[in-house]
C-alpha cells in the first residue's frame, strides 16, 4: 500500500470546510484519476499527498509513514520521493530545457556525474532531444509540459501526481501528455492525476475517484459505467 | 547546514540573483547605506560624548583647605591620613605660594600684581585630591572634612551631583537611539530584500515541492544579503571615515571646546563593527523575510 487516508478532514483557517472524512487507498503501481467540479476538494487532497497540507483530523500514511506527525525536518526528504507536474508548468524561464531537469537532481542532492546522463536520458523519454538547449518561452505548451514531466520523473519517484497536466494543452497534445504518463505508469510509478476532461478519463479505463463537495461521490474501476 | 560540494552552487547564484535584480539590490544597498551612515553617526557621537564626559568627570577633584597653624611636620602627616582613605587615586600638595601664583595666572594682564594689591597671602596651604571613581567625591570629601587640621573642603558641591545625573541620561539616551536606528536598519532591510525574495517566490514554491532542505534555499539568498549588506556598509564607512576626518581637520581649531576622539585603532574597531553590522543586518533581513516563504 503506498497511500492512505483514513477519516481525513480539513477545515481552513478562514472555515472553508474542504474534506469531510475522507478514506482512501492507493496501491503501488495504480494509475488514479481524480475528478469532480471546482472546491470540491481535488487541489487540497492532492497538497496533503505532499504535505503542502495537513488534515485538520483523520490520518494519512505514505509508504507507511504518518506525514502528519511528520516532522518539518523530514518533509524533504518525503518530496524526493515524489515528482508533481503542474497545470502552469512551473519552469524556470530562464534556464534552458536541461538546466530546468538538471536543475531538479541538484536541488535534492545528486552528484554532478550523474546529473548529466540521467537528464539526457529523461530527456529522450519525453521526447524532446534535440530541444535540450531551448529555453521555455520558445516552446509550445505541449513541449513545455512534456520538460516539466521529465522534471517531475529525473528524481525516478514512487508517486507522479500531476494537478490538471493538460488543463493548459489542446485535446491533441493532451492526449500525447496522457500516453506519456500512461508509459511512466506501465514502467512502475504510481500515479495520481486530477483533472476536468471527462474525454480523457472515460478512453482511459483506469481507476476514477470522483470528489463532491470535500466527499468522495463515487470510486469506479473505470468511467464508462456511469 | 552546509553541504561543502554545494558552496559553488550558492555562489554563483548569488551572483546570478545579484546581477539580474539589479534595481532591488541597489535599491537594498542604498537603504543599508542611509542605516549604517545614521548607525555610524550615532556610535561616533555616543564616542565623543562619552569621551568629553569622561574627561569632565577626571577633572573632579577635592580641594582640602588647612588650617593655617597646621605645622609642616603635621601638614605631611595629613598626607599620609588622606592617601590611606579607601578610594584615593591621588594627592597633590598646593602650597599657599603656589595657590598665589595659580590665581596670578588667571589674571593675564602682567600689570595687576595680586600680592601688590592684597598685601599678604590671604590663601592656605591645600590638598588636591582625586577619587579613583569621581562619583565617589562626595562621600571621600565628607570623610576628609572629619580629618583634624582641616579648614574647609570643597569639590563644588551640587554642581558634581547634578553633573552626574546628566551624564547618566546623556549615556542612556546615546544607547537608545543606537538601539532603535539599528532595529529600524533591520526593518528597512528585511523589507527591500522581502522584495528581491517576493521577485523569486515561484521558484523557492518549486524548490520546496522537489525536495530542497530550508538550507539548500537559504544559502544563495543568505550570500546574496551579506554582500548587500557589507557592500553598502563599505560605502557607508568611505562617507563617514572622509566626513569625520575633515570634522577633525576642520573644526578643532573653530570648535577647540569639543575635543573630538581620534585614536587611530578605536576608529578603525569602530569600522570594523559597522562592516560586521552591514553583513549582519543582511543576512538577519534574509533570514526573517525568507522564512515566510519557505513554509511551504
Known sequence: ?226 | MMNLKNIGYFFREAFISLTRNRLLSIATVSTMVICILLLGTAVLMTINTGSFINRLESDIQIIVFLDNSMTSTQIVDMKRNIEKQEGVKSVVFVSREQALQNLQKKFTDKNYDLSKTIGKNPLPDSYEVKAKDPKNVGALAAQIKQMPGVYKVNYGQGLVERLFQVTKWVRIISIGFIVVLALGAVFLIATTIRLAIFARRKEIYLMKLIGATDWFIRWPFFIEGIMLGSGGALISIVLLGLGYNSLIHNMQTALFFIPLVYNHSLLVNVYLSLLATGALLGALGTYISLNRFLDV
Do not use: W
Not at chain 1, 111 to 125: A, G, H, L
Open chain 1, 1 to 226: 500500500m503506498l497511500v492512505q487516508f483514513y477519516n481525513v478532514s480539513k477545515v481552513y483557517k478562514n472555515g472553508v470546510k474542504a474534506l469531510n472524512d475522507i478514506s482512501l487507498k492507493i496501491d503501488r503501481g495504480e494509475f488514479i484519476f481524480l475528478m469532480g467540479p471546482s472546491g470540491a476538494g481535488k487541489s487540497t487532497l492532492i497538497k496533503m499527498l505532499f504535505r503542502e497540507e495537513v488534515p485538520t483530523r483523520g490520518q494519512i500514511f505514505i509508504a507507511s509513514r504518518s506525514i502528519v506527525r511528520m516532522k518539518r525536518s523530514e518533509v524533504p526528504q518525503l518530496r524526493r520521493n515524489m515528482g508533481i507536474v503542474f497545470q502552469d508548468f512551473k519552469l524556470l524561464e530562464n534556464k534552458t530545457v536541461a538546466e530546468n531537469i538538471a536543475f531538479a537532481m541538484k536541488v535534492v542532492g545528486s552528484k554532478t556525474r550523474d546529473i548529466m546522463p540521467r537528464t539526457s536520458e529523461v530527456i529522450q523519454m519525453v521526447g524532446l532531444k534535440g530541444k535540450e538547449n531551448s529555453f521555455p518561452g520558445q516552446l509550445s505548451g505541449g513541449e513545455q509540459q512534456r520538460v516539466g514531466i521529465a522534471r517531475a520523473i529525473v528524481n525516478r519517484p514512487l508517486l507522479l501526481i500531476a494537478d490538471e497536466p493538460s488543463g493548459n494543452l489542446d485535446m491533441n497534445t493532451a492526449r500525447e501528455i496522457m500516453e506519456l504518463l500512461y508509459d511512466i505508469n506501465r514502467k512502475g510509478t504510481t500515479v495520481v492525476m486530477a483533472t476536468h476532461a471527462r474525454e480523457l478519463v472515460k478512453s482511459a479505463r483506469k481507476r476514477v475517484i470522483t470528489l463532491e463537495a470535500g466527499q468522495i461521490l463515487s470510486d469506479q474501476n473505470s468511467l464508462e459505467s456511469l
